[in-house]
């Protein structure tokens, strides 16, 4: 653990968080995109297939089933919750996510550590995650009225990719051997679907204007 991967651990649980106070105090989803949350739940679903066989830390173990939890959480309340379900935005959520599933699922098969089930998973869960923010980002566009809460929460998921990313720069200088190719690309491709969005939302915050991304 170094203070980079500390940092971007503490910045995703942030952004669940926000989106949670949102969603539960507000009572609304406005905003967000339930195609991205049903891929993010995807996402940890596949990645922590260990985590009752392959015990590494507690720390470690409390944060797969926060991660776990919180994703199929939200998603249920967006799609269950009797007043929360009301303020989602169908009609403008229509990216075909689903879409983005088969090709992660074939680039995990032929391109991966170890040919296993668990590590297969493993590597289509990184590449789903690097493309799951893309249904956010489409809505975020069209709907173009963007609240403080849903801003902050896309933020902090971008801010999170980024920080882990300095804790690969810093752990492939300090630790021998350190080299995981399919990590490190699939992290990039999804810190720079954010660039868009940083270039904006730092344009509001500096500007203190009300942040909107260009249709």
Same mark, same amino acid.
């Given at each position: 653990?170094?203070?980079?991967?500390?940092?971007?651990?503490?910045?995703?649980?942030?952004?669940?968080?926000?989106?949670?106070?949102?969603?539960?105090?507000?009572?609304?989803?406005?905003?967000?995109?339930?195609?991205?949350? +049903?891929?993010? $739940? &995807?996402?940890?679903?596949?990645?922590? !297939?260990?985590?009752?066989? @392959?015990?590494?830390? /507690?720390?470690?173990?409390?944060?797969?089933?926060?991660?776990?939890?919180?994703?199929?959480?939200?998603?249920?309340?967006?799609?269950?919750?009797?007043?929360?379900?009301?303020?989602?935005?169908?009609?403008?959520?229509?990216?075909?996510?689903?879409?983005?599933?088969?090709?992660?699922?074939?680039?995990?098969?032929?391109?991966?550590?170890?040919?296993?089930?668990?590590?297969?998973?493993?590597?289509?869960?990184?590449?789903? +995650?690097?493309? $799951? &923010?893309?249904?956010?980002?489409?809505? !975020?566009?069209?709907?173009? @009225?963007?609240?403080? /809460?849903?801003?902050?929460?896309?933020?902090?998921?971008?801010?999170?990719?980024?920080?882990?990313?300095?804790?690969?720069?810093?752990?492939?200088?300090?630790?021998?051997?350190?080299?995981?190719?399919?990590?490190?690309?699939?992290?990039?491709?999804?810190?720079?679907?954010?660039?868009?969005?940083?270039?904006?939302?730092?344009?509001?915050?500096?500007?203190?204007?009300?942040?909107?991304?260009?249709?």
């Amino acid at each position: 653990m170094n203070i980079f991967r500390l940092a971007g651990d503490m910045t995703h649980l942030f952004s669940v968080l926000v989106l949670l106070l949102k969603i539960h105090t507000i009572k609304s989803c406005a905003g967000i995109s339930l195609k991205t949350q +049903e891929l993010y $739940a &995807i996402v940890f679903a596949t990645r922590y !297939l260990d985590i009752f066989t @392959n015990y590494i830390s /507690l720390y470690n173990t409390i944060m797969k089933l926060i991660f776990l939890g919180s994703s199929f959480s939200i998603v249920w309340y967006m799609r269950r919750h009797k007043i929360v379900r009301r303020s989602y935005d169908k009609d403008q959520d229509t990216f075909r996510h689903y879409f983005l599933m088969l090709p992660c699922l074939i680039l995990a098969l032929i391109i991966n550590e170890k040919f296993t089930f668990r590590e297969v998973m493993w590597a289509f869960s990184l590449y789903l +995650e690097a493309v $799951a &923010i893309l249904p956010q980002l489409v809505l !975020l566009q069209r709907t173009r @009225n963007i609240d403080n /809460l849903t801003g902050q929460y896309v933020f902090l998921l971008g801010a999170y990719r980024a920080f882990y990313i300095l804790n690969w720069i810093y752990r492939y200088f300090t630790e021998e051997h350190f080299v995981h190719w399919i990590t490190w690309i699939a992290g990039l491709v999804q810190t720079l679907l954010y660039a868009d969005f940083f270039y904006y939302y730092f344009q509001s915050w500096k500007n203190n204007v009300k942040l909107q991304l260009p249709a």
